[in-house]
């Protein structure tokens, strides 16, 4: 299997940009792959559905974010998940980080992971430390709480994407070693597997990824893809990360 490459474009674009950009990796062999999932501001996504149909792309369209108030109502700003299913997204980031800082509580999370989940939309769940709890040796408490979360809705997780983002990562230029990468993906894995059997669980790595990191990343067999911030929109720079994840398996 291919390993997973997720852009994140995060607060960025306009409809030009958006339109070109997709519309080039569509018809870009290296690009235009099940594996690649483009994560788009709300305000474009039915464009990025539109191009996605027209070229008949296999990437996949994904939201950054989903509401934790399901169907319709007086919910002045949200996006629910019946909204982003009907517009054909099949992903949604759940719980990165620079939505938890802004207040994000647990129940929340849990609650936007059951409407993606009801919504038949795969959540891409964030988890991560800071250089605290890194420098104080509670990273490991702190990241169990977190993926706590998951085993709550129990029967209800049959597909996941875990992506472990170290805080003190983010857009800072620092990375993890692939030992400290590898550690925590085992954590993930086993601790998952314990607590919910019959998941189909995909783990990533994101934080400061680049094209000249990625080889390192995604040959560690616990490492199932990334996720891809800044790197992800500079073209010439992503197909060169999605070239590697062409060539490098995953083992999931």
């Known amino acids: 299997m291919r390993k997973l490459i997720i852009a994140n474009w995060k607060m960025n674009g306009n409809i ?13 062999p290296i690009t235009n792959q099940d594996n690649i999932i483009f994560a788009l501001p709300y305000v474009f996504l039915d464009n990025a ?12 369209i994904s939201s950054q974010d989903i509401s ?3 169907g319709f109502g007086a919910y002045t700003g949200e996006v629910s998940g019946t909204i982003l299913s009907d517009l054909g997204v099949e ?7 620079e939505r938890r800082k802004i207040g994000e509580t647990s129940d929340v999370l849990a609650k936007k992971l059951e409407l993606a989940i009801n919504n038949k939309i795969t959540p891409i769940y964030c988890i991560g430390e ?17 993926l706590e979360i998951l085993f709550e809705l129990n029967q209800l997780v049959s597909n996941i994407i875990i992506a472990y983002e170290p805080i003190w990562a983010i857009g800072t230029g ?8 590898d550690e925590i993906m085992r954590l993930i894995k086993v601790t998952v597997k314990k607590n919910l059997p019959n998941a189909y669980v995909s783990t990533i790595y994101g934080g400061s990824v680049i094209a000249d990191n990625t ?6 067999s616990l490492v199932d893809g990334l996720l891809v911030g800044g790197a992800s929109l500079k073209a010439e720079e992503f197909i060169k990360i999605c070239s590697c994840g062409q060539s490098v398996m995953s083992t999931t």
């Open 68 to 70: 934790q108030f399901d």
């Open 215 to 220: 080889k390192d990343f995604l040959e560690s």
């Open 130 to 146: 800071s250089y605290e709890d890194r420098v104080e040796n509670n990273y490991l408490i702190k990241l169990e709480k977190e």
């Open 49 to 60: 559905s539109q191009v996605q149909k027209i070229y008949g792309a296999q990437y996949k």
């Open 91 to 97: 992903y949604a980031i759940v719980g990165h980080s």
């Open 174 to 181: 620092l990375t993890p070693s692939i030992a400290q990468i």
């Open 16 to 28: 030009s940009k958006i339109k070109h950009d997709l519309e080039s990796y569509a018809q870009n």
